[in-house]
Nanobody, 123 residues
């Protein structure tokens, strides 16, 4: 049974930082592309950042480039999202997703999902 468990969300003031973590189990983690997505109330789920199984390829949404960084530790079955210079518009539920193929930015292409971690950025 595949499980992805996010942690690290919370309430932060604009300009602050948070680090999200996603722990994977029940899958050969190093064989999966991993992505971070977010969904704000009334909006569709959107890509934030994604990384290939090796870490050689990364993708970032334009809205987070230069502020967010994705990383992974295959030995620990973990993927991280470092979020700096947070803005109120970053407020959303953040999800990690796993895809057993090349990294892409389309959430519909991801096979497994975590339960989400809420991030609230106050102005």
């Amino acid at each position: 049974q595949v499980q992805l468990v996010e942690s690290g969300g919370g309430l932060v003031q604009a300009g602050g930082s948070l680090r999200l973590s996603c722990a994977g189990s029940g899958l050969i983690f190093s064989g999966y592309s991993m992505g971070w997505f977010r969904q704000a109330p009334g909006k569709e789920r959107e890509i934030v950042a994604a990384m290939s199984w090796s870490g050689a390829t990364t993708f970032y949404a334009d809205s987070v480039k230069g502020r967010f960084a994705i990383s992974r530790d295959n030995a620990k079955n973990m993927v991280y999202l470092q979020m700096n210079s947070l803005k109120p518009e970053d407020t959303a539920v953040y999800y990690c997703g796993a895809r057993g193929a090349v990294v892409v930015d389309n959430p519909a292409a991801y096979d497994y999902w975590g339960q989400g971690s809420k991030v609230t950025v106050s102005s």
